[in-house]
């Protein structure tokens, strides 16, 4: 059963068919937090099979644009394990991983709850059941409607925490099937349609309210308020640069500076002594670890909300687009 669950997580012949077909001799593995534990054991099985050297990435790893940089200069060709494709670094490839979990459960505990043109999306984890979701709520007599994203994103009818190009325009209700608060959040201030969150671990789906997620941003945005002296955060992970945005998110700013940063934590903020920052990473650092830093930090959106260039009822999650 355990070597069933370890050969379902990893597809090890594809694996060592790419080092063999582009004959690599050192090989990177990157992993999120959720897999590490299997690194040892894969990269032993790779190194076995193929007799190349694996270095395996200890740093932490948090979405596909979260590229262990360093690491992929040192090797011939580096896995990347748990997301989809967003880079085009041809060194690098993308080892999704799918959850083999049903979501009939999930899906029908939605229903009840659900309009009848419905959008679905889900993440890349549950992406293969999506014909799935759509023949369940077909057979209920429902509309199911599923969209492609822009470049970011790598299938029809996927999310990511920055990017919701994939969610469908037109329809009365979303179905977002996964676990966790923040894509269907997103999904719903963006979109002002009924968001319904089916988890599929636990078989239980619920209306999404968005209430005490805009009454934290509007109490972190009523502090940044009288901020005169601002740090404008750049990302130097690679998929979250947007150093364009930060320009011109200075120059609106005033008495700004740009600071770079590779991992955002609210003791990296201490000594700065700005009033307010703007974080132009990846969208969910300010959200998630609000309360934690030293002074506010907003998203560029909410930014543009402090200083007036945005009517104070367009709250948003702030995303990241491709092409
Ligand atoms: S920027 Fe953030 S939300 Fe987007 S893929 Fe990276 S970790 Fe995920």
Not at 125 to 146: F, M, N, S, W, Y
Not at 307 to 320: F, M, N, P, T, V
């Amino acid at each position: 059963m355990l070597f069933y669950f370890y050969f379902r997580m990893f597809d090890v012949p594809k694996i060592t068919g790419i080092i063999s077909a582009r004959n690599a001799k050192t090989i990177g593995f990157q992993f999120p937090e959720g897999l590490k534990r299997q690194a040892p054991a894969l990269a032993k099985e790779v190194e076995a099979k193929t007799g190349a050297l694996v270095i395996i990435s200890g740093d932490p790893c948090y979405g596909a644009c979260d590229i262990d940089d360093a690491l992929l200069d040192m090797v011939d060709v580096l896995f990347h394990f748990g997301h989809s494709r967003i880079s085009d670094d041809d060194r690098i490839v993308f080892m999704e991983y799918y959850h083999d979990v049903d979501v009939d459960r999930a899906v029908a505990s939605a229903l009840p709850l659900l309009g009848q043109k419905v959008g679905v999306v889900t993440t890349v984890q549950h992406i293969h059941k999506l014909d799935d979701i759509a023949k369940i709520l077909t057979d209920a007599g429902r509309e199911p409607v599923i969209s492609k994203g822009d470049s970011r994103i790598t299938y029809p009818g996927q999310v990511l925490g920055c990017n919701f190009s994939a969610v469908p325009a037109g329809v009365d209700s979303f179905l977002f099937v996964g676990s966790g608060n923040f894509h269907p959040m997103g999904m719903r201030l963006a979109h002002k349609v009924p968001v319904v969150a089916a988890d599929p671990f636990t078989g239980e789906a619920r209306l999404v309210d968005v209430e005490k997620i805009m009454k934290q941003r509007y109490a972190v945005m009523a502090k940044a308020m009288d901020a005169k002296k601002w740090g404008i955060i750049v990302g130097m992970k690679s998929g979250q640069q947007r150093l364009a945005l930060a320009k011109r998110l200075k120059d609106i700013a005033g008495d700004a500076v740009l600071i770079s940063i590779k991992e955002i934590s609210p003791d990296r903020l201490l000594n700065f002594k700005v009033d307010a920052y703007v974080s132009t990473a990846c969208p969910r650092i300010a959200i998630d670890d609000a309360g934690r830093f030293p002074a506010p930090v907003l998203t560029p959106v909410e930014f543009e909300m402090v200083k007036g260039l945005r009517s104070w009822e367009d709250l948003a999650l702030d995303e990241i687009a491709g092409d």
